[in-house]
DNA sequence: CCAAAAGTGTTCGCCGTACACCCATGA
DNA sequence: TCATGGGTGTACGGCGAACACTTTTGG
């Protein structure tokens, strides 16, 4: 059914249409010391040269959108294989000064104590409370309300905490991170009932003793039961 | 802070980097004849000319997303001020088998009773099934699978539900519509007590006796509640 | 032995779900 | 009068929300 392309005539519908610049911007969330965290760069090029501005760079000729956002956050952080999830396209005609700009917008969360320091550091970026963010170029605070909308969205409905967290971790930090995401206290008694319930955690022998002379049990997430037990109409779910 | 537009090589990191074309699709969603239906278009362009295709076209110069999508879904329908979300960018290098092209996805609802059917006789357009595609090209058959998910998912927790019915409308026919959209059946009495019990609907004193001998009362969402509603917390909510 | 964090159960109200009969009316 | 679709109420179980005391142990 395909027209073969060597009658470019036939195909004068897309020869004659406009192009445009499409650049891939990455709200990287963290989590650390009870708060989460955004990470933001001092912006390489003009306009607006040294401004904190979001990870972001614009896409190649044969490269997909998703392969972009990947090859965008290694180069920055040395990380693979982390949640990433494609939020908007940001289509209006000024919202970058200098020329017609089109960005897809993604956000991804990484383990704090994962990433490489020394790329982040040496490319200028920074972690920023997201209590205190400071003024970022263009459009891209929309951007941050946006991701962090969508992830307190699919927070409550689906297990991208533990994204957040290290591979061991214990209950009270995952409920700190839980107030960090929705700003609000939970209760213990029932933030642990509700997470444990799920069965999609397993206990360690082992404590954290980091913070109390009693310790904390460690957990580690089951993400082969989540799956399992997933594709049996099962969903889940945290009360916040 | 921004650097005049006069001193273009300060902006060479612009100059340098790949145009793409970029596209609008559309999924257009109706509710007719007790199912849900899907705008569906014969390609008047080649490659694949004369297949089945999701609404669609480029985007010009100086034209924002949401713009171009407008102008699409009016050229075809007539509709304007219509409920339309954007759904994904698609960015698969060879998603389009002549050239790289970019397409963001919108779905839309839109009242079967209020569009212009001229128009789209003309066009060659005519409305599906959901449960009776045709082959559609390139990537569209995965846009309606999305939008079909995204739909139901905001079906349960925004009224988007009337907007795929006209201002008068009975509760056997709202019941009707979250049915095919669902493709369950629900239970009658606890359809309404859930429906009425938000108080976003006022009953008129008019029945609609095209179904039934009795008749139906007609009912008229009010909007304006809703805003007032949400505006106190309150989330709208619809068991499925 | 004490301070500081970890861990544990019960009660209550609401909401989702299941379920069966009467009503109105035109033909 | 009867066939057809429209309309109504109740009982039960589960889940989210509120709430206070005991346990552990290093210093």
Redesign the interface.
Known sequence: ???P?DKPD??N??TG??????AIDCIIFGFDDGELKLLAIRRQ????KG?WSLIGG?????????D?TGRIIRKLTGLEHIYVS?L??????NRD??????S?SYYALIKCQAYNQQLISAAGARWFSISSLPPLIFDHPEMVTMALEELRKEGRVKPIGFELLPPKFTLPQLQCLYEAIYQKTLDKRNFRKNILQMGLLERLDEKDKTNSRKGAWYYRFNPDRYKQLSSNGFYFSVSV
Do not use: C, K, T, W
């Open positions: 059914m395909n027209q392309l036939l195909y519908h897309y249409q406009a192009r445009h610049l499409i090029i003009e306009p607006n401004d614009f896409i190649n000729e044969n490269e997909s959108l998703n972009a494609q908007y396209a940001h289509g209006e005609v000064p200098v020329a017609r700009v089109l897809i």
